[in-house]
């Protein structure tokens, strides 16, 4: 087998992802995005997901969670919009699985992309409702980006995302280790990023995004590489903001693919999931190099956050010589 030579995609063709800012637009148009997960223990992920979508440019960003996790996750910021619908295992809980995934899926109208599994928890009752979630989004084909608590779900049942080839899974170090033993691709005489398109290829094409020193890519066919420097820091919290960066410029796909603005359709559809991978991971990069030059040590998620714009800028948006039109 020949050595696999990880690439990266034109600027240019990043460019061409980020739609124009234009009064001709209307709320909702370029971003709507869903956080499914928050229960009592871990609110911080899902608010750092949602707010990073917002912040990178996001029209509007819902939070689906447990009613405990929603009192505390709108304390963090009005911006989010907080549905207080998942449960975990009670002896009577007020609501029922079927219950759930249904008054989720009557808010699918008012989402573009899923993320699936910040803050989520191993409750059996929050995955078996993350399932039948996921589930009525892919007969809806929504996009849906999975991480943390939601990629156990997956390490114990492939079957929920296999073949969609509208799905990220976003693993770290472990989590991608666990995932490669559950699909059987071996480590052995395997770089990452070997393991990374193979990984892919056993789950039927979906895109892996093996978060590491360098991030890996693949939707099985190519590999991306992200080398672009970050900051030493590692505290929690980070991944989060990647899979809002990622469901942000997932969205703004949808929106090219549907034309909202002027260009020259030069993207495949099969395409945008690499693309937003990639510039979702090169900016999270950006922003931990900048909070860390700031901050060393004590660096944390929060002040990651500040600085989306201006990583926004520096890496991508500010290089872009040819601007869409309407």
Not at 140 to 153: T, V
Request: proline share 6%.
């Amino acid at each position: 087998m020949s050595k696999i030579v990880p690439t990266k995609p034109p600027l240019d063709t990043l460019c061409t992802l980020i739609p124009p800012l234009s009064a001709k637009f209307h709320k909702g148009q370029l971003g709507r995005v869903g956080v499914i997960g928050g229960s009592e223990e871990y609110t911080g992920a899902p608010y750092f997901s949602a707010i990073s979508a917002l912040k990178l440019g996001a029209d509007l960003a819902h939070v689906i969670c447990q009613p405990a996790a929603a009192i505390v996750i709108k304390s963090y910021s009005p911006d989010l919009i907080v549905h207080p619908y998942m449960r975990k295992s009670e002896k009577n809980p007020d609501l029922s699985s079927d219950e759930i995934i249904n008054n989720v899926e009557e808010l699918f109208p008012r989402l573009h992309v899923l993320v699936v599994g910040p803050g989520l928890s191993r409750d059996l009752m929050m995955l078996n409702c993350a399932q039948g979630i996921i589930q009525k989004a892919k007969e809806k084909m929504i996009p849906i980006i999975i991480d943390a608590d939601g990629l156990f779900l997956v390490q114990n049942n492939p079957n929920v995302i296999k073949d969609y080839p509208k799905a990220i899974l976003t693993p770290n170090l472990n989590e991608f280790k666990r995932l490669c033993e559950t699909m059987n691709v071996s480590s052995e005489n395997n770089s990452l990023e070997e393991m990374t398109q193979q990984l892919s290829k056993a789950f039927g094409g979906v895109v892996i995004v093996n978060k590491g020193k360098n991030d890996f890519i693949s939707n099985g066919k190519v590999v991306f590489l992200v080398d672009n420097e970050g900051g030493l820091k590692r505290c929690g919290g980070q991944g989060d903001v990647l899979t809002g960066l990622i469901a942000t410029f997932l969205d703004w796909g949808l929106s090219y693919q549907n034309k909202i603005w002027q260009h020259d359709n030069k993207i495949s559809p099969d395409d945008i999931a690499m693309l937003a991978s990639f510039a979702g991971c090169a900016i999270t990069r950006e922003c931990s190099r900048l909070a860390f030059g700031k901050l060393g040590r004590s660096v944390q998620t929060s002040d990651i956050i500040l600085e989306i714009a201006s990583s926004f800028n520096n890496f991508l948006e500010g290089k872009c010589t040819q601007r869409p039109s309407m």
